[in-house]
């Protein structure tokens, strides 16, 4: 059987394509770390290949004999919340469990099922930490992984065992011991039973640094996907590579799951390459599916926390920028937005993602079909939907956009919710929005020949939103010459400037209107909202 792209759970090298895990990591970095007897954090946003990474780092660590390292994923512990009897009992029977299983030892099953007075659940972890590493023949490394998944007091009294025993290592307790969750140990903010708030930081003040787990490097992506290539012959179309690099920027698991996407079957014949087009339409349905990888990220999205920094970004604007400095990290952390060249959304999975998710009740409820806005030649009559946009906007835009948790963004969701419900099963909307910028670019491509689909005629159309600041010379000179940019970058047919005026004193009477411009040899069809 061939090997297959890899889209849930650890990677195996015998089943999976997989890019080496320990290339992935600073193998060098980490071993002076474990050398100086260091604790320290290791984090990623979730289906980055963290488990991969750590299991591999624990068989590397062993074969070189120098440690006995052991890999420990806790995340059942959750359950427990404040329970901390009940939660400390399962993180140690899973460190019991994970040595039995990798160690080939059965001395920590043994020692833990002899009979643990209950009461001593506060200090559990830590005597059965000291009895492992005062048995084993080398000093022990332990790797907690899904540590973040874990609740109020028994992530405390687990972080406080640790400390606890630091000073005893390396005789009578791990040597080293490496926390890994999705967010840093800063990032912590843990309510105990008695509702006190106590940070990661202050509870786990031994760590000495933090490291990342990044994505795929470009060259990496392209070296994983030409593994199917050389064992199956089936080549990718070299348009395929700037195209996967701009919609995931190396994401493992979105790498992973369009190339299981492309590859499981759609183009059987393994002679027959896979085209643009192919690779397109798994996007596409990949965003449409808010398959478990993406529904875990957008469940975040409701955290103050994490719609402080999206809302700006989403917005366009800076004055929605008032936040913390640990905001931006911990979205960060998330997988959610990256920080260069520009703060923006990580990805363009996720810009398309991420904003469909945040209008998806609102496009199901608006009561538009699409018959109506197609002209007899079946192309899109932009005029007649913009103008239904202007009328509905008018009547139920404060309605909505109060209904909105992303209220600063709200005019330009209820238009792409608008757009979404008119173009869905049929084109293609992509959108492209950044600090600072004060506008939102939204591309539409639309099928003209309905059998042909995306290898026929495309009908290309650009929309440019702006929110006024200032005077409206300004906003409209502005606009004109960032629309005619956008238009001329996607070769559109035609191509429309939005500008939503959301001063209260203003009257819609005024607000309501719509002209032909010229800018750079273009003509644009502006439209006040």
């Keep these: 059987m061939e090997r297959f792209f890899n889209n849930a759970g650890p990677s195996v090298p015998a089943d999976h394509y997989m890019i080496d895990p320990l290339q992935r990591i600073d193998v060098t970095h980490i071993e002076r770390l474990i050398w100086q007897k260091r604790y320290f954090v290791l984090h990623a946003p979730r289906q980055t290949g963290k488990t991969s990474c750590l299991m591999a780092l624990m068989h590397h660590l062993n074969e070189q004999g120098r440690y006995q390292a052991l890999y420990v994923n806790i995340e059942r512990a959750q359950a427990a919340q404040n329970d901390v009897k009940e939660g400390i009992g399962s993180v140690a029977e899973a460190i019991a469990s994970a040595a039995r299983r990798y160690l080939q030892n059965t001395q920590l099953w043994e020692w833990l099922k002899s009979g643990q007075p209950p009461e001593r659940a506060t200090s559990l972890l830590q005597d059965l930490l000291e009895y492992w590493s005062t048995t084993s023949a080398q000093p022990t490394v332990l790797m907690l992984d899904e540590v973040d998944a874990l609740i109020g007091d028994t992530l405390i009294s687990l972080l406080r065992q640790i400390r606890s025993g630091y000073a005893d290592r390396p005789a009578a307790f791990p040597v080293s011991v490496i926390l890994c969750g999705v967010r840093d140990v800063r990032d912590y903010r ?10 990661g930081g202050s509870a786990f003040n031994i760590k000495a640094t933090s490291l990342r787990l990044g994505n795929f490097s470009a060259e990496e992506v392209r070296e994983l996907w030409e593994q199917h290539t050389t064992q199956t012959g089936q080549r990718f179309a070299e348009q395929i590579y700037p195209e996967l690099w701009a919609d995931t920027q190396g994401q493992p698991w979105l790498v992973n799951a369009l190339g299981y996407e492309l590859t499981d079957l759609r183009v059987p014949d393994r002679s027959i390459p896979i085209m ?15 398959v478990t990888h993406l529904d875990q990220l957008h469940h975040k999205l409701h955290e103050p926390r994490v719609r402080r920094v999206i809302a700006a970004i989403l917005s366009g604007t800076t004055e929605a920028t008032e936040f913390p400095a ?4 911990y979205v960060e952390d998330l997988g959610l937005i990256r920080r260069h060249p520009i703060l923006a959304i990580a990805n363009r999975i996720y810009q398309e993602s991420i904003p469909r998710d945040l209008i998806y009740t609102t496009q199901h409820l608006l009561p538009y079909q699409q018959a109506w806005y197609l002209t007899a030649q079946r192309r899109l009559d932009m005029p007649k939907l913009l103008a239904a946009f202007q009328q509905y906007f008018r009547e139920h835009a404060e309605a909505w956009i109060e209904r909105f948790s992303y209220k600063e963004a709200g005019p330009q969701l209820l238009l792409q919710a608008f757009l979404q419900r008119i173009v869905n099963g049929g084109g293609r909307i992509t959108r492209e929005y950044g600090l600072g910028r004060r506008r939102t670019d939204l591309f539409i491509e639309w099928p003209v020949d309905e059998q042909a689909g995306f290898h026929g005629e495309i009908q290309r159309i650009v929309l440019e939103l702006k929110i006024q600041h200032g005077s409206m010379d300004a906003t409209l000179q502005q606009g004109l010459a960032q629309t005619a940019d956008y238009a001329d970058k996607c070769a559109a047919d035609e191509q429309h400037l939005l500008i939503f005026d959301r001063r209260p004193e203003k009257s819609w009477q005024e607000k309501i209107w719509c002209q032909t411009k010229q800018a750079a040899g273009r003509q644009i069809t502006v439209w006040g909202l």
């Design 190 to 199: 843990i309510s105990s039973r008695g509702q006190e708030v106590i940070t």
């Design 276 to 290: 643009l087009e192919d690779y397109r339409a798994v996007r596409e349905k990949l965003i449409q599916s808010r």
């Design 326 to 329: 640990d905001d931006l990290d």
